[in-house]
C-alpha cells in the first residue's frame, strides 16, 4: 500500500503528533539556555502551535511546512490569537528562504527525510538558513524507543552525529520524549546544535 502524504494525513485529521500546547522540551531550553527573542524558523511547523507558543513569547517566527493544509490551521489559529507569524506551505529541500534566521527549531521534521543523503542536504541547508552562531533545536524519534505500530521514524544518536556534525557543533544531545498529553510518549533526541562558521 503507498504511503500517505503530510497533505493526506492532515486533510483525514490523522496527526498523532498535533498538541494543544507547546513542546515542554522547547519551553525548558528557551528558559534553561536561556534563549532571547530573536528570529526563528519553525520547520515542518504542522498546525503551527510551537510558532505561536514563539510569537507569544516575543519571537520573529516563520513557520514552514509541506501541507497547504497544516499552514493553514497555523494562520488561523495565529490569527485567532491576533499573533503576525509569517506561514509558508512549502518543502524546506527546494524552497528558497530569506536565510536570515537566529534559531531554526524543528520537532519531527528532520527525521521524517528518507535518505542519508536528503538527511546531509537538510542539514546542510538548516545551516545556510542560520546566522552565525545560530542554534538548530531538533526533537528526533530515538531508535532507542520501544517498537511501536505508530510512531515516529527514528535516528540513532551516531546517525544523527555523522549527517549533523559536518555543519554544527553539538552543543547537547539528550534522550528525552516528545512532550505532549500522550501517557506513553515517543522517546526522542533533544539536540542542540550550533552552526560552525
Ligand atoms: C511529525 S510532524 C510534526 C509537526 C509539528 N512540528 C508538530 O510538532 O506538531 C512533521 C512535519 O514536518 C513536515 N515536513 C516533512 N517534510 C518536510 C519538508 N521537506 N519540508 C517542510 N515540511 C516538512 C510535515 O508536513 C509535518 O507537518
Request: aromatic share 8%; proline share 5%; hydrophobic share 40%.
Amino acid at each position: 500500500m503507498k504511503e500517505r502524504t503530510f497533505e493526506q494525513r492532515y486533510q483525514e485529521n490523522d496527526i498523532p503528533w498535533d498538541r494543544d500546547h507547546a513542546d515542554y522540551n522547547l519551553i525548558n531550553i528557551v528558559e534553561d539556555v536561556p534563549l532571547d527573542p530573536c528570529t526563528v524558523l519553525d520547520l515542518g511547523c504542522g498546525t503551527g502551535i510551537n510558532s505561536i507558543w514563539l510569537a507569544k513569547h516575543d519571537f520573529k517566527v516563520t513557520g514552514l511546512d509541506l501541507s497547504p493544509t497544516a499552514i493553514a490551521k497555523a494562520k488561523e489559529r495565529a490569527s485567532s490569537e491576533h499573533l503576525d507569524i509569517d506561514f509558508l506551505a512549502d518543502d524546506f529541500l527546494q524552497a528558497e528562504l530569506a536565510g536570515d534566521f537566529d534559531l531554526v527549531f524543528d520537532r519531527g521534521c528532520f527525521h521524517c527525510i528518507d535518505s542519508e543523503d536528503d538527511k546531509i542536504k537538510f542539514a546542510k541547508k538548516v545551516a545556510a538558513n542560520l546566522n552565525n552562531d545560530g542554534l538548530w533545536l531538533s526533537m528526533i524519534g530515538n531508535a532507542d524507543d520501544v517498537a511501536r505500530e505508530v510512531g515516529p521514524p527514528t535516528m540513532s544518536a551516531a546517525e544523527i552525529c555523522r549527517v549533523v556534525e559536518p555543519h554544527f557543533t553539538i552543543l547537547s544531545l539528550t534522550a528525552g520524549y516528545f512532550g505532549g498529553e500522550q501517557s506513553d510518549p515517543p522517546k526522542a533526541w533533544i539536540g542542540v546544535m550550533k552552526k560552525r562558521c
